[in-house]
């Protein structure tokens, strides 16, 4: 018998598969469930969309597999949305790559910066998939805490007080996973700052 790498030790169910099983359980007895727990469209598309989607099979180019680093247009798309909204160039040739979900670029970050027994700093509350990455590839979490007295931003100025030497990485995400709080534009300048200072 094969037997599965030692990594996989510390992989646990998924949190939203467990409480996806929870709802389900919870309906299958007549309990009266609104399930606000993912972000699962229930409303079909624009009809737009679909045509869009239903024209887009029948490309030449349909069937074959698609560029590493997501089609020209959609990546211009993205370059010019952040100028509009928010006056920020950005080159759609090396600074944008489309993925198929979240999880994925996390993923990535974690393979690509952190070895065995680097150190994390993750949210708490915050998105599960943080920690289970982590523990993926054999990093240590530690957690920091947010609270709503502090509009669910990192507290910093305690974060400076422990030892951070073994920080490789900070995960933040705003707005925030899972109380929806936005960030400012002073906190993100906070972080950048506090981000040089464990770094340098």
Request: proline fraction near 6%; include cysteine.
């Amino acid at each position: 018998m094969i037997t599965t790498a030692n990594r996989l030790n510390t992989v646990e169910e998924y949190y939203f598969s467990k409480k996806l099983k929870e709802v389900n359980q919870l309906i299958s007895i007549g309990k009266p469930i609104i399930n606000m727990g993912i972000g699962s469209p229930d409303l079909l598309p624009h009809k737009s969309v679909l045509e869009a989607i239903q024209q887009a099979v029948l490309e030449p180019n349909a069937n074959m597999y698609q560029s590493y680093q997501g089609l020209p247009d959609l990546r211009k798309g993205f370059c010019n949305y952040y100028k509009s909204i928010f006056n920020v160039d950005i080159d759609f040739t090396n600074e944008i790559l489309p993925l198929i979900g979240s999880k994925e670029g996390i993923m990535h970050i974690a393979m690509a910066f952190l070895n065995e027994g680097d150190e994390v700093l993750i949210p708490n509350p915050g998105y599960p998939t943080y920690q289970s990455v982590s523990n993926l590839v054999g990093a240590k979490t530690v957690l920091y805490d947010l609270d709503e007295t502090n509009n669910w931003y990192p507290n910093l100025e305690a974060l400076e007080k422990q030892d951070l030497t073994k920080v490789k990485l900070m995960w933040v995400c705003y707005p925030h996973m899972p109380t929806g709080a936005q960030a400012s534009l002073e906190l993100f300048e906070k972080l950048i700052a506090f981000g040089k200072n464990i770094i340098f």
